[in-house]
Structures are given as C-alpha cells and as structure tokens.
C-alpha cells in the first residue's frame, strides 16, 4: 500500500517560488558592468607618451583596480622584450577607471612600451596591456652631417657643424668622435660634449688637426644614436719664396713642406685659364693649373722638409707649388701662389 505524500510537498513548491521571488525583490540594483568589476585581477591599457623633454617622457596608461589594492609599472625598451622597468606604484582598492603615468629618462624615439599591473585577485600572473611604440618612423632620432669636408691644412683647426632630427633633437647631449689615419682604431670621444640647440642644431671645434681622421657624432644615454662617417683630409702646409736674379726671367723657387716629406715630388704649376665646360668635367671650373717645372723635397729638420729649383720663367703669370702625396695621412697639397714675370718678349697667361 502507497504512503500518503508528505503534507509539505505541494506547498514546498509555492515556498521555493515565493523565496526566488522575495529574493529578486530584496537584491540590490547593480550599475552595468558591476559583475565585471567586482573583486579580481586589474584591467589595464597602455596610453600614449606626453612632455618629451629630449630623452625624458611621461608614459600614460590606465588602470581598473577591479576592487583590489593593485600594484602598477611600466616596462619599456628597444624592443618588445623592453629590458627596463619603471618602479613600482601603488592604487588603492576601487572599481574605476584611473588614469596613470610615470617618468622615463632615458626613452629613445622607436621604443616598445606597456602597462603592467597585479593585484591579490592576479593569482601571479600580472596584466599587461598592448604593446606600442613610441614615435614613428619620421620622427625617429636622425644626423644630418656633411657628406664630405674640404680638405683643410695641416694643423688647422676643424668646424663641424650638423643637426639632430626627430622628437627629442632639440636639447640633446651629443659628442664628436674620431678614429685617425689609417682609421682602423676605434672611435673615442673628442673635446668636450654638447647640447643641440632647441632646432637640434649643433657645433664642434677641433684646435689642431695633425693627420687625417674621419669623424661621427653620437648621442649620449644608454641607447646612443649614430651619425654616418665622415672624412676629413688633410694637406701638407706648403710654402713658395722666390729668389729673383739679374737675369730677367731667371728666378729660384724654394720653400718648406710642414710636416717633414722627404723624397716628395714637387710640381711647380701655372695658373691657366679653362673655358667653363670646355676642357674640364665641371662647367664651374674656370682655371687649371699646368706643371712647368719639377723637383724633390730634401729633409731639412724632423718637422719639415725643404725644396728648391733654379728656373726660366717662359710665362708670366701665377704659380704654385703641388706637392704629390700617395696612400699617406695626409693627401696632395699646394702652397699660394705667387706671380712671376718672363723675360721681355716673353707670352704671359
């Protein structure tokens, strides 16, 4: 024989509706996103960088603490294995939406940056945000230096002038550097460094140059940026003196070679006119100088050699001495000119 149903079985139902439905009404009204913005790990999202002062910045991001005191850094570096961090902030315990930042002194234009926060809701592993860079392309960090220098002569002094382009080129530290002839040995830093103007523009002076040296600029900072090479040649310092006789047109030509060269030849040159684009490559060009005489320098001390040769002057007109240098530290280079006259009934150029 069945056993009657328990009496509270029918009404049992009516009470577990009536509690789901006191329940409902008794519950507080959430704002939207409050489930997602309960107790747990931080939201985050890597924002922009602000105040670039040369190579220090503000990196902005924001941070939902999700309800828990969250711990919050930045990590930033050349590229998106970063390699520095920023030190460790703190937020206290919410469930907003704030905005956060922290300064770098040492980010370059094309560094890769992000947010990273935790907090006890993190389980250990901490939330990052989406990686970005800083600048572009065309605001990268860039030298424009001379592609090539004039030759200059022996002891004299260098400018060298150039610009910094790019976001932080303006107030940047910036150093000369140098590797002499036969520019195998390693650059190192000459004189004192600089600051680029707020155009990023800058200027060295080198006091005395003994042997050609080709030159490069670099950014001071942990991540130095480099401007391309460039050579600065140097001639010998030359000198012409003439010694005239009581024969008309019969001079002696001598003069020194600064630093000593002895066995170099020595081509006393007349200055020629040249018809612009005629017998020269350059249409520019409007003068040539043509060998006359030759002769060999003969060491006179350990700083200088000494040259002389007796001549007829054939042609008035404007002569130099040239010196010929091969595969040295120092490359071909001629003395000013002085002017020498011909005997009467002698052409003049």
Same mark, same amino acid.
């Given at each position: 024989?069945?056993?009657?149903?328990?009496?509270?079985?029918?009404?049992?139902?009516?009470? $577990?509706?009536?509690?789901?439905?006191?329940?409902? /009404?008794?519950?507080?009204?959430?704002?939207?996103?409050?489930?997602?913005?309960?107790?747990? #790990?931080? =939201? /985050?999202? %890597?924002?922009?960088?602000?105040?670039?002062?040369?190579? %220090?910045?503000? =990196?902005?991001?924001?941070?939902?603490?999700?309800? =828990?005191?969250?711990?919050?850094?930045? *990590?930033?570096?050349?590229?998106?294995?970063?390699?520095?961090?920023?030190?460790?902030?703190?937020?206290?315990?919410?469930?907003?939406?704030?905005?956060?930042?922290?300064?770098?002194?040492? $980010? *370059?234009?094309?560094?890769?940056? &992000? +947010?990273?926060?935790?907090?006890?809701?993190?389980?250990?592993?901490?939330?990052?945000?989406?990686?970005?860079?800083?600048?572009?392309?065309?605001?990268?960090?860039?030298?424009?230096?001379?592609?090539?220098?004039?030759?200059?002569?022996?002891?004299?002094?260098?400018?060298?002038?150039?610009? $910094?382009?790019?976001?932080?080129?303006?107030?940047?530290?910036v150093a000369l550097q140098a590797s002499a002839f036969p520019y195998k040995s390693a650059f190192t830093t /000459?004189?004192?460094?600089?600051? %680029?103007?707020?155009?990023?523009?800058?200027?060295?002076?080198?006091?005395? $140059?003994?042997?050609?040296?080709?030159?490069?600029?670099?950014?001071?900072?942990?991540?130095?940026?480099?401007?391309?090479?460039?050579?600065?040649?140097?001639?010998?310092?030359?000198?012409?003196?003439?010694?005239?006789?009581?024969?008309?047109? =019969?001079?002696?030509?001598?003069?020194? +070679?600064?630093?000593?060269?002895?066995?170099?030849?020595?081509?006393? #040159?007349?200055?020629?006119?040249? &018809?612009?684009?005629?017998?020269?490559?350059?249409?520019? &060009?409007?003068?040539?100088?043509?060998? *006359?005489?030759?002769?060999?320098a003969r060491r006179a001390g350990s700083k200088m050699s000494f040259f002389s040769i007796v001549v007829k002057v054939a042609h008035s007109g404007s002569y130099r001495?040239?010196?010929?240098?091969?595969?040295?530290?120092?490359?071909?280079?001629?003395?000013?000119?002085?002017?020498?006259?011909?005997?009467?009934?002698?052409?003049?150029?």
């Amino acid at each position: 024989m069945r056993e009657p149903a328990p009496v509270w079985s029918v009404p049992r139902r009516a009470l $577990l509706a009536g509690a789901v439905l006191a329940a409902a /009404v008794l519950a507080p009204v959430l704002p939207a996103g409050a489930l997602a913005s309960g107790s747990g #790990q931080p =939201l /985050v999202s %890597t924002g922009g960088v602000t105040h670039v002062r040369g190579s %220090t910045a503000e =990196l902005e991001a924001t941070v939902d603490p999700h309800g =828990l005191a969250t711990t919050y850094y930045f *990590q930033y570096g050349p590229t998106v294995s970063y390699g520095f961090n920023t030190p460790q902030a703190m937020l206290p315990a919410s469930n907003s939406r704030v905005k956060v930042w922290q300064i770098v002194n040492n $980010l *370059q234009v094309g560094d890769h940056y &992000r +947010i990273v926060a935790f907090n006890a809701g993190s389980n250990g592993v901490a939330r990052v945000g989406k990686d970005r860079t800083f600048g572009t392309k065309s605001r990268k960090l860039k030298f424009t230096v001379p592609k090539s220098l004039a030759p200059i002569v022996y002891k004299h002094s260098l400018t060298f002038n150039g610009t $910094l382009t790019g976001a932080g080129g303006g107030g940047q530290g910036v150093a000369l550097q140098a590797s002499a002839f036969p520019y195998k040995s390693a650059f190192t830093t /000459v004189g004192s460094p600089v600051t %680029t103007s707020s155009s990023g523009a800058f200027t060295f002076h080198v006091a005395s $140059l003994a042997t050609s040296t080709q030159f490069r600029v670099i950014t001071l900072g942990p991540r130095p940026v480099f401007s391309g090479v460039v050579r600065q040649l140097l001639t010998p310092s030359v000198t012409l003196k003439v010694h005239h006789s009581s024969t008309p047109g =019969l001079v002696r030509l001598y003069g020194t +070679i600064s630093p000593a060269e002895k066995g170099a030849r020595v081509f006393i #040159q007349l200055g020629k006119a040249a &018809r612009p684009g005629n017998t020269e490559k350059t249409e520019e &060009r409007t003068s040539r100088f043509a060998s *006359q005489f030759s002769t060999i320098a003969r060491r006179a001390g350990s700083k200088m050699s000494f040259f002389s040769i007796v001549v007829k002057v054939a042609h008035s007109g404007s002569y130099r001495a040239f010196v010929q240098l091969r595969n040295g530290p120092l490359k071909s280079g001629a003395s000013p000119t002085v002017t020498l006259h011909a005997a009467a009934g002698r052409k003049k150029h």
